[in-house]
Every structure is written in C-alpha cells, then in structure tokens.
C-alpha cells in the first residue's frame, strides 16, 4: 500500500516542499535516509496526507 507525504526539505537558509509517494513506508525512510547521507539536507519534515490530496496537488 502506498504511502502519501508533504515533505520540506531544508538545507541550510532554504527549503522546498514537496509532495512524495512511496510504495511502502520502508521505502519512505530508505529514502530519507538518502536525501540525508548524500543530500547533506539539514531537516526533513514529513507530513502524512491521503491520496486524494497527493493527487490534487501533484504535478
């Protein structure tokens, strides 16, 4: 089942949402571990959201 999330990024003084779909939430938090050990990202700030939403604002 797929996971949904709002997520800000924040690297130093600047930031960005955006909106994540992950197969399962492994995935999810293989990722994060990701942005983190090679993005060198400050934060990241995950927000649950439903499909519906994912979808409305996903482009």
């Known amino acids: 089942m797929a996971v949904y999330y709002l997520v800000t990024v924040t690297k ?3 930031s960005t949402k955006v909106y994540w779909k992950e197969p399962t939430y492994k995935r999810m938090m293989q990722s994060v571990e990701t ?13 649950m959201i439903s499909k519906k939403e994912y979808e409305d604002n996903y482009v």
Do not use: C, P, T
């Not at 942005?35 to 927000?47: P, Q, W």
């Open 35 to 47: 942005l983190y050990k090679h993005g060198k990202v400050d934060a990241i700030e995950m927000e």
């Open 12 to 14: 130093g003084d600047m």
